[in-house]
């Protein structure tokens, strides 16, 4: 089996996040870049069908040079291969643009089954596998829980407000992954020494066959026309239980018209 | 006034609360039309879509549409947006809402804006980034604006619309029903308010200690009326499902108010409860990040604090 499996780099969400000043994009050199959290899941599920299955799995990131580092570190979990779609004409891509920059790589490339995380934690906008469902025209497996894969057909657990939804289909097709799905590996020693002499190709926009007028920050269907840190939250009462924390939290509440 | 598609979050033919709030918002901004996609329509639900100001109903509820995961509620907004050009399409911020957004988006060529908190004339949105830290000003510069609206961001008013219902025929192409779903498990939740919807959220997580004592956090939120919820480290034990855990990889709540017993408070947390209005902690460790954000805290032993605040509650009503 022939997968893909798209993964973002995304600020630490562990620094100070914040959006460029000029073109009111992300600012990707104010906080250390690390590999989208649920983009390490998907890695692990992608590493687990090939075991299971055979076949190999290809890294897909588009991003800056920089984006380089967290694609090491898929190739270090057990990636065989990667394809960085990087080019300047890319920066500023909403979530149309993008979807729309992946899909014809993924043509270009190829595949069975593409996977991807849910959601990301910079934009979190949790569309991207869904648009890319919709632009290459196969069967959309998003929020999985669970994934089996049997010849030419898959079924997933799509997680939903009221427990999960079975969901069957066909391959080739799009899934995307939430955290209950599997326990992602921690790269070895030897798979991190591994992934330095694994082959990473580099694709431009025409490379890709994007058509550049698609893509970018003029391009976006959308635009961000301003924006502001939120106002910090006024610093709140604390106190120590002295046997009647209970009693005091309800005043609390009764000062608010909770009760 | 131009039209504003609104598309019906509903659960066994219920209307659900955020619907209320879409329909309050598109009244701001033009004249609301609901979509109703998939079985479970009712008087009921017309009567409470009117109520809330649907001029129109747009009616497609044969099975096949929520059959298939997605798309052929896509391609009915995208069939009612070409035959009624509106101004704009609202849906729900939740999960599968926003994955049929996007694939609308696509379909109809236009900017999809998601986790919106409010609507300005013009169509500018309001959005809250990185976990609460930011205020962004957004606009969809391409097609027919689709905005994705987060739950608990709009307070609710009343003011009758006619309610004209309109039967829309939709064939679901073969492309959409590349997805099947086989089967629908339901997970029990009781009678408690869903937690993306809840006024009040009540929430555990590692310092409950075991699945058992979930009971004092439940019983907390049936004194308030509100939904129960649970951090990733109490779900990942086991101790209460997963769907009620609050996060990054868990709802976004923005509840009235929202109560954290045992919880640190980790950015992962903060990422999916911090727009909530007013915060409480309990926690045992005064250096708990969580106070940071609590307008009001209480350093000491959940098991304590939280039955007793549960009896004064009672007590007090
Ligand atoms: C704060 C913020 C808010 C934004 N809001 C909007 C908005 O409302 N509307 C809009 O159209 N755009 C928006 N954008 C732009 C959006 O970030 C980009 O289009 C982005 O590349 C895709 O969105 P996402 O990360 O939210 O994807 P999600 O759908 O949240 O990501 C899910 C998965 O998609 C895959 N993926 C995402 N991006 C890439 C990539 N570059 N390379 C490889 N795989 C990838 C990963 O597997 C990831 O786990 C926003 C950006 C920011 C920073
Ligand atoms: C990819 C990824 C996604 C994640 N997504 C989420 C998410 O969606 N939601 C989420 O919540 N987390 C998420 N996390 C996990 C997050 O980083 C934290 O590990 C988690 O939130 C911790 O849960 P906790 O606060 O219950 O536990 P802990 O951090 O262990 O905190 C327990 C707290 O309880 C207090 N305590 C203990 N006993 C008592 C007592 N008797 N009385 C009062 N207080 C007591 C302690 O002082 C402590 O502060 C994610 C992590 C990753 C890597």
């Known amino acids: 089996m022939n997968i893909v499996v798209c993964v973002k780099q995304v600020p630490d969400t562990a620094t100070e996040r914040k959006l460029r000043s000029d073109d009111k994009t992300l600012d990707r050199d104010a906080a250390d870049g690390v590999i989208n959290e649920l983009c390490e899941y998907a890695v692990e599920e992608a590493l687990l069908l090939k075991e299971a299955h055979?076949?190999?799995?290809t890294v897909l990131t588009m991003g800056p040079d920089k984006a380089g580092d967290t694609i090491r570190k898929a190739l270090a979990m057990g990636a065989d291969k990667a394809v960085h779609l990087v080019d300047d004409a890319l920066h500023g891509s909403d979530a149309l643009g993008t979807s729309y920059a992946?899909?014809?790589?993924?043509?270009?490339?190829?595949?069975?089954?593409?996977v991807l995380g849910s959601e990301s934690t910079d934009a979190r906008t949790g569309v991207l596998a869904a648009m890319l469902a919709e632009r290459l025209d196969v069967p959309q497996l998003t929020f999985a829980k669970k994934v089996e894969v049997n010849g030419g057909s898959i079924a997933i657990e799509r997680v939903t407000d009221y427990g999960y939804d079975r969901v069957e289909a066909s391959l080739p097709a799009v899934i995307s992954v939430v955290e209950k799905i599997n326990e992602p590996r921690y790269p070895s020693f030897k798979g991190i020494m591994a992934a330095k002499k694994k082959p990473v190709e580099k694709?431009?926009?025409?490379?890709?066959?994007?058509d550049a007028s698609q893509v970018g920050l003029a391009n976006s269907w959308s635009e961000v026309a301003d924006f502001a840190a939120a106002p910090p939250r006024a610093a709140g009462t604390v106190v120590k239980d002295e046997g009647d924390g209970g009693v005091k939290t309800a005043d609390f509440l009764a000062s608010k018209k909770f009760v | 006034m131009s039209e504003i598609l609104v598309l019906v979050e509903h659960v066994e033919g219920q209307v659900k609360k955020v619907t209320l709030e879409l329909?309050?918002?598109?009244?701001?901004?033009?004249?609301?039309?609901?979509?109703?996609?998939?079985p479970g329509y009712s008087p009921d639900a017309k009567a409470r879509l009117a109520e809330y100001g649907a001029e129109k109903i747009y009616l497609a509820d044969s099975a096949d549409i929520s059959d298939y995961v997605v798309a052929p509620k896509?391609?009915?907004?995208?069939?009612?947006?070409?035959?009624?050009s509106p101004a704009a399409v609202l849906v729900a911020a939740t999960a599968e809402a926003k994955e049929i957004a996007g694939r609308l988006a696509i379909k109809i060529d236009s900017g999809v804006l998601t986790d919106v908190v409010g609507l300005q004339d013009g169509l500018v949105a309001d959005q809250s980034i990185f976990g609460g830290g930011v205020n962004v000003q957004s606009r969809v510069t391409k097609g027919t604006p689709i905005v994705a609206v987060r739950p608990n961001s709009t307070p609710v008013e009343a003011a009758a619309g006619a309610g004209a219902e309109e039967q829309v025929s939709v064939t679901v192409s073969a492309a959409a029903?590349?997805?099947?779903?086989?089967?629908?498990?339901?997970?029990?939740?009781?009678?408690?308010?869903?937690?993306t919807e809840a006024a009040i959220v009540v929430s555990g997580g590692r310092g409950v200690g075991s699945a058992e004592n979930f009971s004092i956090i439940e019983k907390l939120a049936d004194s308030l009326g509100a939904a129960v919820g649970a951090s990733r480290a109490a779900t990942d034990a086991g101790w209460y499902p997963h769907q009620f855990q609050v996060g990054q990889t868990g709802k976004t709540v923005s509840p009235q108010l929202y109560i954290a017993a045992g919880i640190s408070g980790a950015i992962q947390h903060r990422a999916g409860m911090q727009t909530a209005k007013t915060i409480i902690a309990?926690?045992?460790?005064?250096?708990?990040?969580?106070?940071?954000?609590?307008?009001?805290?209480v350093v000491g032993d959940l098991h304590q604090v939280v039955?007793?605040?549960t009896d004064e509650v009672v007590k007090r009503k």
């Open chain 1, 54 to 57: 055979g076949g190999e799995v």
């Open chain 1, 102 to 114: 992946l899909a014809q790589t993924l043509r270009k490339i190829g595949f069975d089954l593409v």
């Open chain 1, 203 to 210: 694709l431009g926009v025409a490379d890709a066959e994007i």
């Open chain 2, 23 to 38: 329909l309050t918002l598109a009244r701001k901004l033009g004249t609301p039309s609901a979509v109703w996609a998939g």
């Open chain 2, 74 to 84: 896509a391609e009915l907004l995208a069939q009612l947006v070409s035959e009624k």
């Open chain 2, 177 to 195: 029903k590349g997805a099947r779903v086989v089967d629908r498990v339901k997970e029990e939740k009781g009678a408690r308010p869903e937690l």
């Open chain 2, 282 to 297: 309990i926690n045992k460790d005064p250096e708990a990040p969580i106070f940071e954000l609590a307008d009001f805290g």
């Open chain 2, 307 to 309: 039955p007793q605040l």
